[in-house]
């Protein structure tokens, strides 16, 4: 870390102690330069990542709106809230394991289209048919048979133009 006083790149740390629980790391540092000391303190960036639309905008990573189009797909199916809860929350679990500030929205939606696939194939078809925006019923009649083929594994689909319809984080 640079010195804060004279711009020398190497200082040194002298020093270095957790405090708060473990959750925060301090260090005396001192510039070999100015022979000056200053404190830097180190904690854990647990933050979910801003969500990148095709079209470049990017915005905030919300919880109610990724569980509320999961919600949608599954309305009137045999899926207990506490499942699609348990899948919102490995959706959340592995965009916050990718360590990244920024995430593209079609890493979101294949993500969410994995989880609905293994909750419950109807929603799968549902939610697969509007995110990735059939252009025609080949498309449709494919994604069925893909779902009845399992346990196959499929590529993930080339991620749709965004339109209001299948926009997951549209705002
Ligand atoms: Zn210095």
Redesign the pocket.
């Known amino acids: 870390m640079k010195?804060?006083?004279?711009?020398?790149p190497n200082?040194q740390v002298a020093d270095t102690r957790e405090n708060e629980g473990g959750e925060v790391v301090r260090r005396r540092r001192r510039?070999?330069?100015?022979?000056?000391r200053f404190t830097t303190y180190e904690r854990i960036d647990l933050k979910m990542p801003h969500i990148v639309k095709r079209n470049g905008n990017r915005s905030e990573f919300e919880h109610d709106k990724l569980a509320g189009s999961m919600k949608l797909a599954l309305r009137k199916r045999p899926v207990t809230l506490e499942a699609l809860d348990a899948a919102v929350d490995r959706i959340e679990a592995k965009l916050l394991a990718l360590g990244e500030q920024e995430v593209p929205s079609e890493k979101v939606g294949e993500l969410v289209m994995r989880e609905l696939k293994k909750l419950d194939k109807v929603a799968y078809i549902r939610f697969a048919s509007v995110y990735r925006n059939f252009a025609d019923v080949d498309e449709f009649a494919e994604v069925i048979r893909e779902v009845k083929a399992r346990p196959k594994r499929s590529r993930p689909a080339e991620p749709p133009e965004p339109t209001s319809e299948n926009d997951l984080f549209r705002s």
């Open positions: 010195c804060p006083f004279c711009g020398d200082t510039c070999p330069k100015c022979d000056k």
